[in-house]
């Protein structure tokens, strides 16, 4: 006998009046077949089925009404059952907190009840939020052993001069120390940034100020190389949140902002604006006066290793990760070249709302 026939009693309505049994038999058929806990009740909450998903959510526990097996569900739907509902329910299952939604559908002679397990769709988006990140990585990786053996060749054919010592001046030496410490560093450069991508998360998606998100990038823009002589004039959004982990909102800021000064060779100054926009959407702006983008190279900046920077100055990932941060954030990140000059780049992020 299979698992789900052995269960089949419970399925079996009692006590329901043989018009409504045999349709109501019928949906209880249906709703064994379907994976999500299902339940249907009678006008006064009596339970005349719950399919095999919901008695195992309810451990076992099968009563004959609704507030004797569940009386989480009946309290959070203030115990009626005629009009449609859905209601969230933060409750222990079998020893687990479990975060659910429950939703209500009212039909004639009675209701269905089925169950979200918000606490399983969270590990799940938290999952394939992962699987898509490392999906990036795997297309990057063609990229990065193209980026990273230039750099490993060039070394390793100094250092065959060098050794082989025929004709090195202390000139020629001095050269391929520098040749060889650049090309080091951009490996280095290249390794790294792939490693603060790859990496997940400790944390999951927090409810973030976008403010303060901003002013930490702009700290870091400051302890930069490139924003010494840089001024940042923020108009910020004050309560504003976006649901991000911490430290990738930061890090798509800290790369736009870092275009922007390295645009303006490091001096200037740089207009960065949050606001709310509709659909409790999020805009950030981001605009510098720098020379802008040539019409050519605009379709590729947000590509993998796209860079227009001498070699040392850029690895061409710093929009490419934004945007697969961005994106994984249900947000949307664009580039504009104003006719006034400069370039300003757009964020827009589902804001979050308690
Ligand atoms: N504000 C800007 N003004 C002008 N050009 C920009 C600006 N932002 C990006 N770009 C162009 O887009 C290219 C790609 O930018 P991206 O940030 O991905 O890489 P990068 O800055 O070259 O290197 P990395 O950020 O990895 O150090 C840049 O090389 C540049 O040509
Ligand atoms: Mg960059």
């Known amino acids: ?20 049994s045999a ?25 005349l089925a719950a399919n095999l998903a919901m008695r195992e959510r309810l451990g076992g526990r099968v009563a004959a009404t609704l507030r004797e097996c569940a009386a989480e569900y009946d309290a959070a739907l203030g115990g009626r059952y005629d009009r449609h509902a859905s209601v969230t329910v933060a409750r222990d299952c079998q020893g687990q907190p479990a975060d659910e939604t429950v939703h209500l559908v009212p039909f004639e002679g009675g209701a269905c009840i089925s169950v979200e397990d918000r606490t399983r769709l969270a590990a799940l988006e938290s ?20 980026e990273v053996s230039n750099p490993l060749a060039a070394v390793s054919s100094m250092l065959q001069i060098l050794q082989s010592r025929r004709g090195v001046t202390p000139e020629t030496l001095d050269k391929g120390l520098a040749s060889i410490a650049g090309n080091i560093a951009r490996v280095l450069a290249i390794t790294r940034k792939l490693g603060d991508f790859s990496r ?13 998100a901003m002013s930490e990038a702009i700290m870091l823009l400051r302890h930069s190389a490139w924003g010494g002589a840089v001024r940042v004039e923020y108009r910020g959004a004050a309560g504003s949140r976006a649901l991000a982990c911490p430290g990738q909102l ?19 100054c740089i207009e960065a604006e949050a606001r709310s926009g509709p ?14 983008i040539a019409p050519e190279a605009m379709p590729h900046v947000f590509e993998p ?29 664009s580039i504009e070249c104003p006719a006034h000059g400069g370039a300003c780049v757009i964020v827009e992020l589902p804001g979050y709302e308690a």
């Open 1 to 20: 006998m299979s698992g789900r026939s052995r269960h089949r009693s419970a399925l079996v309505p009692r006590a329901v009046p043989p018009k409504v």
């Open 23 to 47: 349709s109501l038999r019928a949906y209880a058929e249906l709703a064994e077949a379907v994976h999500s806990p299902v339940m249907l009740l009678g006008p006064q909450g009596e339970i």
């Open 127 to 146: 999952a394939h939020a992962q699987t898509t990140r490392l999906a990036s990585l795997g297309f990057m990786v063609a990229g990065v052993c193209h």
């Open 200 to 212: 997940v998360g400790a944390q999951g998606p927090i409810p973030l100020a976008i403010d303060d």
């Open 250 to 268: 930061q890090q798509v800021l800290f790369n736009i902002l870092l275009n922007a000064a390295q645009a303006m060779h490091g001096t200037g």
């Open 279 to 292: 659909g409790a959407r999020l805009r950030i702006e981001v605009r510098d006066h720098g020379p802008g």
């Open 305 to 333: 290793f796209f860079t227009t920077k001498r070699s040392g100055e850029g690895t061409g990932l710093g929009l490419a990760i934004s945007s697969e941060i961005v994106h994984e954030m249900g947000g949307r990140i």
